[in-house]
């Protein structure tokens, strides 16, 4: 049998292989599986089909954190048009299921394959520029993707929209909460799987060698025009396959909701999270999800409660604000994000009761 | 010709606004390298702030102006303190979310307070400020908008280019190690051109809000147009930022009455990518050399 690893008292690694380790322990190993399990065979028939769907927003929100993620936190390059190839890749679904006749399984990936082809359309300006030039550069991007989706009445049917048909899995039709739970959830778990693998790789290795000094990555023999295009498609087809699932999920769509405050909701997840980690995305997307749902609800109490009625307060304001002062008290107290406060917990409770 | 001439009239005009406007955006980028997404947000409490001390406080005109100057110049100095000080040495990335945070917060605050309807100011401006030569008219606001463009791009050339704190500020935007060890007093620096920026923000804000009537929502917008127009006229260059503001705003208005009224709003950032793409410094804005 294997011998099980627990937690070293120090920095014990000998190789690069096991600084490569995602596991530290066993342990971590057991309590993702049990947390799995409780996931998928207890949650969704305890709670309520509402939170069920609460949980499916954050599922969503998480794959195209995972994505912007890659983008930011390991490759460097900041992109403000993250909202619009989520529309992009909803909008490809929508047009691919309505046009041709291709089960469910099969459009997902291909509205996010289209995606990505975008997203490295939009990538080609990080040829010449960095930094703040590309920021910019993904910040008109952003307009001009909201633009051509409202515009371009032939494909996207403008302001009306686009209904999808029903979704149908293995003859078994998609419909209701639960059934998308579980085909979100599965789809989270291995998207993140390959995000996590990927970074592993002489692909996550180059980003990252980028991500720190592009010149010197480029001294070392990295081609980093091309690493970072890869790294613009890779980033645009987790958002595209976000978008996806998000079209099928939500029926119809209009061009609306991918704006740039979407994009700066991604942004503030990877933020949140915490940069250059992607378990730190999924709390992050759990994070803002949570917070917008709860700040409905307390403007929803509020109304009801008839504190707010006769100065016509609406949610948008409050939220915005929230939004806002959330963002900036996480780069001011703790720019790492959700990933360091979990570690720092865990670490707690790792050297409780005698901290050394 | 007519409609020509009066599209060439126009389009000068939003420009100038629109530079008017990137001046305070360019100046917080001189003197700190930051991009500062809080742009609009800082036009809009400018405006309201005049509104407030017209509508509301019933002062008279000339000690409303100064005490909404007074009132921006605080503004930028406590938001530096408060927010960008403790970032000084981070990565870029922490100061570019950070404003953008900072955007949604004072959105937010605003909307709470003043909601998202249209206000307007009273009518105050001269008559004999507008032009008429024949099929050419201009109102006295785009005049006003003119002169006080004019004002504070020779004011900021001078400060720029003779005063200490100007030398300093190019230093510190230069280098902020190098400025640091030479004793230039870095932190004094950023407070200084934070509230300067948001004094001048404050002035564009109203200049806006006497044109369009006072939204928080469509000042912030053109918080976000600054960018094609700095992006055009260089980064870093208070002249290039009008000049880029009327190549931009002639943009504008010719596609808006020539082509299609739906893509006005997306040109300036079409322009902006090529631009990007071929000249990233902009067509004034001073090249980086970069070494490992």
Redesign the interface.
Known sequence: MKKLRFHPCGNYRENYKEELTIFETDFGRLWLGIGLLALFLILPWVVKPYMIYVLNMMGIAAIAAIGLNIL?GFT?Q?SLGHGAFFGVGAYAAAVLATSLDLPFFMIVPAAAVVTSLVGMIFG??SV??K???L???T???Q??VE?ILL?WESLTKGTMGITLPKATLLGWELSGDTSFFFVIFICLIVMTWIAVNMIRTKYGRAFIAIRD?D??AE?MGIPIFRYKLLSFAVSSFYAGFAGALWAYYMVSITSEPFN?GLS?EY??MV?IGG?GNITGSIFGAIFITGLNEVLRWLTDSMMNMGVFTST??NM?????????????LF??FE?RGLAEVWRIIRSRFRLWPFSY | MDFFVQLLVNGISIGLLYGLSAMGFVMIFKSSSVLNFAHGELLAFGAFLFLAMVTWAHLPLPAAFLFTLAGCFALGFIVERIFLRPLIGEPLIFVIMLTVGLASMFKGLLLLVWGGNLHTYPDFLPEFLSIDWGIIHVAPVYVATLIIGMIFLSLFGLFFKYSSQGIYMRSVADNQKAALSLGVHVKRVFALSWAIAALVAGMSGIVLGIINGINVHDLSAIGLKVFPVVILGGLDSIGGAIIGGIIIGLLETFTGGYLSPSLRDVVPYIVLVLILLVKPYGLFGLKEIERV
């Open positions: 930011i460097g900041i080609i300006p010449r520029l930094g703040l030039y920021t910019i550069a910040l008109a991007g307009f001009i633009y515009h000094n010149r010197a001294g740039l700066v942004i503030a933020i940069m016509g307060l948008a304001p409050l939220r915005e604000f929230t939004f806002g002062a959330a963002i900036v780069i001011l720019p």
